[in-house]
């Protein structure tokens, strides 16, 4: 329905690619991304090698590709082993230089996708070798610089990218999360999307019950970027990234109040670890993106997907509905 270089390029149906969300895609979202036509990413995260080894062999005989936290590889570089030996269909690198790791993606001839935030690391992203740049806007759910906006980022990244590597493809990232999202990133540029938060409200997403309820009732007004989650979690993230997350009691406590939150790490961490274990998320975290005003109901992810496409192909006026074709 709508092709495009992506979908000749990995030989799917349609330009989505799901996003590598932590242990939120694991094998079975990744699978039913896949299955539906799009490309699914397994999460590879801060770094569990295990945890990467099941998630590929529950996904063995569906093309699935991986996606690492650049900074955090580096502390555990043994995880691009695991994942080249699974042969994925292409690997991700976010949130650092992608140069160190670029060689050995490439020379396992496995696609090699890197995510940026800013012009400036989209020419890094190229001068590494990248085959597919992910131009990520900060209305995105997760990690991110969060200085750019995906309206602008994208046709900025198309524009250097058809100056200097016009062989390199590109996918709009953040605040896709319906058809009109989709229509929108082609028709700034883009060859496809890269979708988290949508897809982190599907039913194979990784994410409890209580936690989808809380996403379908927020808005994207309910959003916002910081760094308590990651002080509390004691992650140690390059200065320049925060993340995009719902707000809640515990950002509204300590947003603002970073230096006082880190004096009493110790208290605070406990009180987190206490609501991650009861899925209280008036101080737990919930990763999700400005996207989340758009969801409106969990689904399962085919249908997502088959929702995305269908929608905007209408919109571009791709789509031939069966009774036009036959007035014709
Ligand atoms: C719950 C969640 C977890 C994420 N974890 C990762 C991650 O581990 N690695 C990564 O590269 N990106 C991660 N991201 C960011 C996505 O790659 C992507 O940029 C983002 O989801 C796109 O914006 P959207 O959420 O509006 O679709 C995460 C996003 C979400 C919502």
């Known amino acids: 329905m709508l092709t495009t270089r992506l979908t000749h390029s990995f030989g799917i ?42 998630e590929f062999a529950a996904a063995a005989g569906t093309r699935v590709g991986c996606g690492f936290i650049t900074w955090s590889l580096a502390r555990h570089p043994e995880l691009l082993d695991i994942a080249l030996e699974n042969r994925p269909t292409a690997v991700m690198l976010s949130f650092g230089d992608p140069t160190p790791f670029a060689d050995r993606v490439r020379a396992a001839a496995v696609p090699l996708l890197c995510q940026v ?88 997403a990784v994410v409890s019950a209580r936690a989808h309820a809380r996403a379908v009732a927020a808005s994207g007004d309910d959003t916002l970027r910081t760094s308590v989650y990651d002080i509390v979690r004691q992650y140690d993230w390059p200065a320049e990234y925060n993340g995009r997350l719902l707000r809640n009691e515990f950002t509204n406590r300590w947003h603002g109040r970073e230096a006082e939150l880190v004096a009493r790490l110790d208290e605070a961490a406990a009180e987190f670890r206490v609501a991650v274990s009861e899925q209280d998320f008036d101080v737990a975290n919930m990763i999700v993106g400005e996207g989340v005003g758009l969801v409106q109901e969990i689904l399962p992810a085919g249908e997502v997907v088959r929702r995305l496409v269908q929608d905007a192909a209408t919109r571009l006026g791709r789509w031939a509905p069966r009774t036009a074709a036959t007035i014709g």
Do not use: C, N
């Not at 062989?167 to 979708?195: I, K, S, W």
């Open 13 to 54: 149906d349609h330009p989505v690619v799901l996003a590598p969300m932590d242990l939120v895609s694991g094998a079975r979202l990744a699978t039913a991304v896949t299955a539906a036509g799009g490309l699914g990413m397994i999460g590879g995260g801060y770094g569990d090698g295990e945890w990467l080894k099941r």
């Open 117 to 204: 935030h800013t012009l400036d690391q989209a020419r890094q992203a190229l001068d590494a070798g990248a085959d597919v740049v992910v131009a990520q806007g900060g209305e995105a759910g997760g990690h991110g610089v969060g200085t750019r906006s995906t309206f602008t980022l994208v046709p900025d990244i198309a524009d250097l990218i058809a100056d200097r590597a016009p062989e390199t493809l590109l996918l709009g990232a953040g605040g896709v999360a319906d058809g009109r999202g989709l229509a929108a990133a082609l028709a700034l540029g883009a060859d496809g999307v890269l979708v988290g938060t949508r897809f982190w409200a599907t039913e194979e």
